[in-house]
């Protein structure tokens, strides 16, 4: 079983930058791989970012590519998103989550078998 928690969420300025983490309890295996979501009102759910745990891939939305970065920390347990210059558009809950499933659908939701309970991200001028 996994716990994760997300923190770093709040209000930002347009082009502002605003970095979140995911704390995790339990056991992250290295075949395990870590993503973003995010859920904005009235749209579906989707992926921002995903890292697999041993560090060797990772993947972005291209709506984020080039302003968003993913990384984690094997010692904390811990995955981040390093969001730059942000845009109204980036407006939404983020969730971050583990999935277990080897092969991965990096970018499907169905795939992680774990989630948190999401911060709010707005961004608003």
């Known amino acids: 079983q996994v716990q994760l928690v997300e923190s770093g969420g709040g209000l930002v300025q347009p082009g502002d930058s605003l970095s979140l983490s995911c704390a995790a309890s339990g056991r992250i295996f290295s075949t395990d791989t870590m993503g973003w979501f995010r859920q904005a009102p009235g749209k579906e759910r989707q992926i921002v970012a995903a890292?697999?745990?041993?560090?060797?891939?990772?993947y972005y939305a291209d709506s984020v590519k080039g302003r968003f970065t993913i990384s984690r920390d094997i010692a904390k347990n811990t995955v981040y998103l390093q969001m730059n210059s942000l845009k109204p558009e980036d407006t939404a809950v983020y969730y971050c989550?583990?999935?277990?499933?080897?092969?991965?659908?990096?970018?499907?939701?169905?795939?992680?078998?774990?989630w948190g309970q999401g911060t709010q991200v707005t961004v608003s001028s």
């Open positions: 890292i697999s745990w041993n560090g060797d891939k990772s």
């Open positions: 989550a583990v999935g277990r499933r080897v092969p991965i659908r990096w970018y499907a939701g169905d795939d992680y078998n774990y």
